[in-house]
Every structure is written in structure tokens, then in C-alpha cells.
């Protein structure tokens, strides 16, 4: 009997989907991509009735038609022991998650007009030393693991690390002054799983005016 191929429909780029793939790819299962490249894709979807509200991204799993990246996340999560071991354990991952999607906001700067991207970034990195950093650092000391919930891997853990990456990639001075995230953000990097997927083909690049002008294409005009 051969496995159900797990499909992921949404845009050629990281986005809201970057987050499932990241726990997929932690969990170690494969899945198939479909990157929409024409906005006749999106409405055909649309009218096949796949999209309970109309918007992507899309993951075909286990018969079912999921939508809404929160969602999408705490399935996966829940499909593969990646979201908590007790009730307790599984609220403070769901707090973690909706925390860490409050803070990624950071590859969305590049849809921002050019002369306002710099300000946009600044606030953000305000933000981001004010609140979402230090609350990071301590949930990882108060719970002293290592890991954000718990004494082993979970969704907290693997969406915190997508969200930090492209912070990152613009910031790259503030994770070190944050010695415990620090420590985490280099452990999960060498995660041999996500070592793995970040360095393959599956893993897009920052996103660029292409992508941005794309995106636009499809979702917007």
C-alpha cells in the first residue's frame, strides 16, 4: 500500500507556508509543491471549492483540504507529536506559536514601497527588543531545556526558528545579545532535519522584487 502524497499548493517563495514546510521537514516526511504562477490558478481553486476562504496557502493531507497557515501548523504539529505531550504542554505551544506569528513579520518588509522599507525594519527591530526577544529568552531559561516547551522538539520550537531566520538575515546583531535564544537559534540550525531542508532546493531565498511583483500578480490584481 503506498503513502498518500502530501501536496502543498501556494506562491514560488517562503510566505505563510514556510512554517509547514519547516515542520514537515523536521518530522522528516516528504511533500509535493504546486507554485501557482497565474492568478487563473488561484480562481480555478476557487471554484473547485478547495479553499474554504479562498486564499492559500493550501496543504492536501489525509483527504482533507486545510487552509490558514495557523491552522495548517497546529495539524502537522498534531499529526506528527510535535505539539506538546500534555494539555498544559500543548497551550503553551499553541501561546508560543501565535507569539512567533505576531513577531515574523520580517519577510514582508520587501512589500513595502523601497522609501519606507528602512523605517518599517527600524520599528520593527524596536518591537522585537522590547517584547518578543526578551520573551523569548525567558520562556527558554524558565523552562531550561533548551527548548521552548517541554524536554523535546515541538512546533514552538521550529516556527520560533523560521520566524528568526529572515530576522536574521537583516539583523544579524540582535539574536547574540540574547544568550539563551542565542544557544537555541545555533542548535536548531545544526537540527539535522532542518540543516537538511535549508540547504536544499525546497528552501527559497529571500524574497526579491520578482517575487514581490509576482506575488501581486497572482494574489492581488
Do not use: C
Amino acid at each position: 500500500m503506498t503513502s498518500q502524497i502530501i501536496k502543498l499548493t501556494y506562491v514560488n517563495g517562503r510566505g505563510l507556508a514556510e512554517s509547514g514546510r519547516m515542520i514537515m521537514a523536521a518530522a522528516g516526511v516528504e511533500w509535493e509543491e504546486r507554485h501557482l504562477a497565474d492568478k487563473s490558478e488561484i480562481e480555478q481553486l476557487r471554484k473547485d471549492g478547495v479553499l474554504m476562504f479562498e486564499q492559500i496557502p493550501l496543504l492536501q493531507i489525509d483527504g482533507l483540504n486545510l487552509v490558514q497557515s495557523s491552522a495548517i501548523n497546529l495539524y502537522l504539529a498534531n499529526k506528527y507529536n510535535l505539539a506538546g505531550k500534555t494539555a498544559a504542554e500543548k497551550a503553551t505551544v499553541n501561546m508560543v506559536l501565535e507569539g512567533a506569528k505576531d513577531f515574523g513579520v520580517y519577510g514582508t518588509i520587501p512589500f513595502y514601497p523601497k522609501e519606507s522599507q528602512e523605517k518599517v525594519l527600524n520599528e520593527n527591530k524596536k518591537k522585537a527588543e522590547n517584547r518578543y526577544l526578551p520573551a523569548f529568552e525567558k520562556v527558554l531559561a524558565d523552562n531550561n531545556s533548551g527548548y521552548f516547551v517541554g524536554d523535546s522538539l515541538t512546533a514552538a520550537d521550529i516556527v520560533v526558528f523560521e520566524k528568526l531566520l529572515p530576522m536574521d538575515e537583516y539583523l544579524p546583531d540582535l539574536i547574540p545579545a540574547y544568550p539563551k535564544l542565542h544557544i537555541f537559534f545555533d542548535k536548531m540550525k545544526n537540527n539535522p532535519n532542518l540543516s537538511a531542508y535549508l540547504s536544499s532546493n525546497k528552501r527559497f531565498p529571500q524574497p526579491d522584487d520578482a517575487y514581490v511583483a509576482g506575488v501581486l500578480k497572482i494574489l492581488y490584481t
